[in-house]
Nanobody
Framework: QVPLVESGGGLVQPGGSLRLSCAAS????????MGWYRQAPGKQREFVAG???????NYADSVKGRFTISRDNAENTVYLQMNSLSPEDTAVYYC?????????WGQGTQVTVSS
């Protein structure tokens, strides 16, 4: 069973919006933080946003004011609302969760911002 399943990526024009979702499977217990990283072609993977089980949120400076992370603890699901997208946001977005001193990763979902 895949531990994290992502959805919501795609192609969007500059200035547009997308919403990513990531659901953790029932085989993961003790989830604390969940969030997103991204990796653009030729670049290292970078942190985008994270949220703890208590609701504390953290964002990369490059996305503050444009992206919003939220979480449904009952469903073990994390969302990333991305607004005012620019070509610089083009990347594969990876969901992660930290649980019992382990980190799980999603398979990645492509976000392409282009006219």
């Amino acid at each position: 069973q895949v531990p994290l399943v992502e959805s919501g990526g795609g192609l969007v024009q500059p200035g547009g919006s997308l919403r990513l979702s990531c659901a953790a499977s029932g085989t993961i217990f003790g989830i604390n933080a969940m969030g997103w990283y991204r990796q653009a072609p030729g670049k290292q993977r970078e942190f985008v946003a994270g949220v703890t089980s208590s609701g504390r949120k953290n964002y990369a400076d490059s996305v503050k004011g444009r992206f919003t992370i939220s979480r449904d603890n009952a469903e073990n699901t994390v969302y990333l609302q991305m607004n005012s997208l620019s070509p610089e946001d083009t990347a594969v977005y990876y969901c992660y969760c930290n649980a019992l001193q382990q980190t799980y990763w999603g398979q990645g979902t492509q976000v392409t911002v282009s006219s």
